[in-house]
């Protein structure tokens, strides 16, 4: 049986209570229009409040990141870390890995966010940048200097190859999440990133010795 305080009960949980306020509350309205006030209210709480756990609205940003994109990253690591086989064999894991976690609508809204918002507020995009891009650009990068190391692959720049891997995975994302709902015939994701998995792969394979 819990016997915790109900009061301490309420008070730990309601940062988490906050955060899904502010990303739905961001979803409808957008970052620029979004106020500390409107997050509140959604989460049914006053405007003071908010102010005891997020100073501000980009620190609410932040904070949205480390506990709804971050551990997703950090089980991508962990699901490299103990893969086994080729490298082309690990990139498709990877795809198949983030297409999932991307496929989630609610936390996608969140690279979207600094997608359409990175203009008026660069420190959204710098932060993002530094704390998930940077990471899941060092894997990817990581892989291809491993396979090309083994012969799996030829000589690139594993940096720039690196962004061409990932980045008709988060057109696949972006396109649906913004197409989706009006297309006749919706994206095939899957058969999408097949065939990117294969034209890639085909591009970067170590050319056969004579």
């Not at 908010?50 to 501000?56: F, H, T």
């Not at 089980?75 to 490298?87: D, F, N, P, W, Y």
């Not at 891009?133 to 000589?155: D, H, N, T, W, Y």
Request: proline share 5%.
């Amino acid at each position: 049986m819990d016997t915790t305080n109900p009061r301490r009960r309420r008070k730990q949980a309601r940062p988490a209570e906050l955060l899904a306020a502010a990303l739905d509350t961001f979803r409808d309205k957008g970052f620029a229009t979004t106020r500390m006030e409107d997050i509140a209210a959604r989460a049914g709480v006053s405007k003071g409040t908010i102010y005891l756990y997020y100073p501000s609205k980009q620190a609410v940003f932040e904070a949205l990141v480390r506990e709804s994109i971050l551990p997703n990253l950090a089980r991508l690591e962990a699901i490299q870390a103990a893969a086994s086989g080729s490298c082309a064999d690990r990139l498709r894991l990877f795809v198949r890995s983030l297409a999932e976690a991307t496929a989630d609508a609610r936390i996608f809204a969140i690279p979207k966010l600094v997608l359409t918002e990175a203009g008026n507020f660069p420190e959204l995009a710098r932060f993002y940048r530094q704390e998930v891009v940077a990471r899941g650009l060092a894997m990817v990068a990581g892989l291809l200097e491993e396979g090309m190391r083994r012969g799996e692959f030829r000589q690139v720049d594993a940096g720039l190859a690196a962004r061409l891997f990932i980045g008709p995975v988060m057109l696949a994302a972006l396109w649906r999440s913004t197409f989706g709902a009006i297309e006749e015939t919706p994206l095939p994701s899957g058969a999408m990133l097949d065939l990117h998995l294969d034209l890639f792969l085909r591009g970067i394979a170590a050319e056969a010795q004579p």
